[in-house]
């Protein structure tokens, strides 16, 4: 980076999440972004290969004098499922899917939920000093749901947010991270994903019944006509396998709207006999998915940033947590605000950059923005399952800050 002359950087540039941006960061993928084309490609050659043989079929009946009519539908038909297809493909994966902003600081103790729940689990992560219960209680239509502090964006993840390990971000409604995508499945591109798997099942299943119409209509033996039509064959045996696929998802996903679950939460609370507390109904499910409103982003990847502000002021914090009385520690854990003298008003953006990082970045004096490896990416894994964690977290307790610098060089 220029120190000299600092131009001014937007989110994109500066995001800590793995994900790829296009465009000036107008366009969000995950960081396996090149999955997209490997999937497109699996759904462009073989319908291109399709759209090829009915066009043989058109011409060849045509110069026959024979009525060709009923194939131009075909035709159409076979383009219009491609396109939409490969539409629904790119929504779903060039879209925010729904990141919750970072904190740049763990949020102050109380105020942010109805219920603390008396836990014996602490987040003891980056900010050693700072004593927050690992897990919350906020009550959603009459439920008590568990909400956990995610280490890595510093904040009490909503109600079905969960942190993606692939692309390091805290994804609202989270569903999954889908590699033949390259981008988490959230809240915001849920809708477009069932429609791409949908799309996929239908095309499969109309390429897989004209081509057997061909083969079955061929004069001659079936076999015969089969060593004719190696296209068609070709494409009968593609469509089977890939049926098995995307049909199984279209339904597994039918069942998961229509019992308004998350994949992650269909794997993860199996077992639970719980109430599910989102499900309202067969009817309401479904209008939540696909009439309902599209959250907007909660970022603007392309706000600028104020790099300034952001490589003076986190000293500041870090001179803070060194200084950070025994006094002032219970005060924290008795939910008071902390720290009058760190209470710097930010710009609502900056507020959602993580201070922490850069500032680490600075301390090993090498590109500001570099990525940093985060430990707490590891953590976070496991973290789903199990507090066993926690256990780490202890014994990084002293060493925290040594830890850091040396995780941040690149
Ligand atoms: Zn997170
Ligand atoms: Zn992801």
Same mark, same amino acid.
């Given at each position: 980076?220029?120190?000299?002359?600092?131009?001014?950087?937007?989110?994109?540039?500066?995001?800590?999440?793995?994900?790829?941006?296009?465009?000036?960061?107008?366009?969000?993928?995950?960081?396996?972004?090149?999955?997209?084309?490997?999937?497109?490609?699996?759904?462009?050659?073989?319908?291109?290969?399709?759209?090829?043989?009915?066009?043989?079929?058109?011409?060849?009946?045509?110069?026959?004098?024979?009525?060709?009519?009923?194939?131009?539908?075909?035709?159409?038909?076979?383009?219009?499922?491609?396109?939409?297809?490969?539409?629904?493909?790119?929504?779903?994966?060039?879209?925010?899917?729904?990141?919750?902003?970072?904190?740049?600081?763990?949020?102050?103790?109380?105020?942010?939920?109805?219920?603390?729940?008396?836990?014996?689990?602490?987040?003891?992560?980056?900010?050693?000093?700072?004593?927050?219960?690992?897990?919350?209680?906020?009550?959603?239509?009459?439920?008590?749901?568990?909400?956990?502090?995610?280490?890595?964006?510093?904040?009490?993840?909503?109600?079905?947010?969960?942190?993606?390990?692939?692309?390091?971000?805290?994804?609202?409604?989270f569903d999954h991270h889908c590699p033949w995508v390259g981008q988490c499945i959230g809240i915001r591109n849920y809708r477009y994903f069932y429609?791409?798997?949908?799309?996929?099942?239908?095309?499969?299943?109309?390429?897989?019944?004209?081509?057997?119409?061909?083969?079955?209509?061929?004069?001659?033996?079936?076999?015969?006509?089969?060593?004719?039509?190696?296209?068609?064959?070709?494409?009968?045996?593609?469509?089977?396998?890939?049926?098995?696929?995307?049909?199984?998802?279209?339904?597994?996903?039918?069942?998961?709207?229509?019992?308004?679950?998350?994949?992650?939460?269909?794997?993860?609370?199996?077992?639970?006999?719980?109430?599910?507390?989102?499900?309202?109904?067969?009817?309401?499910?479904?209008?939540?998915?696909?009439?309902?409103?599209?959250?907007?982003?909660?970022?603007?990847?392309?706000?600028?940033? #104020? &790099?300034? !502000?952001?490589?003076?002021?986190?000293?500041?914090?870090?001179? @803070? /947590?060194?200084?950070?009385?025994? +006094?002032?520690?219970?005060?924290?854990?008795?939910?008071?605000?902390?720290?009058?003298?760190?209470?710097?008003?930010?710009?609502?953006?900056?507020?959602?950059?993580?201070?922490?990082?850069?500032?680490?970045?600075?301390?090993?004096?090498?590109?500001?923005?570099?990525?940093?490896?985060? #430990? &707490?990416? !590891?953590?976070?894994?496991?973290?789903?399952?199990?507090?066993? @964690? /926690?256990?780490?977290?202890?014994? +990084?307790?002293?060493?925290?800050?040594?830890?850091?610098?040396?995780?941040?060089?690149?």
């Amino acid at each position: 980076m220029d120190q000299e002359n600092p131009k001014p950087l937007r989110l994109y540039q500066v995001w800590r999440g793995s994900n790829r941006f296009f465009f000036g960061g107008r366009l969000i993928f995950g960081p396996d972004v090149s999955s997209l084309f490997l999937s497109a490609f699996l759904i462009a050659t073989p319908a291109l290969g399709f759209c090829a043989k009915i066009l043989h079929i058109i011409r060849k009946r045509v110069a026959k004098d024979e009525p060709a009519v009923s194939w131009y539908p075909v035709l159409i038909v076979a383009i219009a499922l491609t396109m939409l297809d490969m539409l629904f493909l790119f929504l779903t994966s060039s879209r925010d899917p729904g990141i919750v902003p970072r904190n740049n600081r763990p949020p102050e103790c109380d105020d942010t939920f109805e219920m603390n729940t008396p836990s014996m689990e602490w987040v003891n992560g980056r900010t050693p000093h700072l004593k927050l219960p690992r897990t919350k209680d906020v009550i959603v239509n009459g439920h008590a749901v568990k909400v956990k502090f995610c280490d890595t964006c510093l904040l009490y993840r909503p109600p079905r947010a969960s942190h993606c390990s692939i692309c390091n971000n805290c994804v609202q409604r989270f569903d999954h991270h889908c590699p033949w995508v390259g981008q988490c499945i959230g809240i915001r591109n849920y809708r477009y994903f069932y429609m791409f798997v949908t799309t996929s099942t239908i095309l499969c299943l109309f390429v897989f019944v004209v081509s057997w119409i061909n083969i079955v209509r061929a004069k001659g033996h079936l076999l015969q006509a089969m060593s004719h039509d190696a296209l068609s064959v070709f494409l009968i045996i593609y469509c089977f396998i890939a049926v098995w696929f995307v049909g199984g998802l279209t339904v597994f996903h039918f069942y998961l709207i229509s019992t308004n679950q998350t994949t992650y939460e269909n794997f993860r609370y199996r077992y639970d006999k719980k109430e599910n507390p989102y499900n309202k109904g067969l009817i309401k499910n479904f209008q939540e998915i696909f009439f309902s409103r599209i959250p907007p982003s909660m970022l603007d990847f392309r706000a600028f940033v #104020q &790099e300034e !502000i952001m490589s003076t002021e986190p000293s500041n914090d870090d001179a @803070v /947590e060194d200084t950070t009385s025994s +006094k002032e520690k219970i005060d924290i854990e008795m939910g008071q605000n902390f720290g009058e003298e760190n209470s710097i008003s930010l710009p609502e953006i900056l507020l959602n950059m993580e201070f922490g990082g850069i500032q680490n970045n600075l301390k090993t004096d090498q590109d500001k923005f570099v990525i940093p490896v985060d #430990q &707490e990416l !590891i953590k976070e894994s496991a973290d789903a399952f199990t507090f066993e @964690v /926690e256990a780490n977290a202890e014994e +990084k307790h002293d060493g925290t800050k040594s830890e850091h610098t040396t995780t941040t060089s690149g």
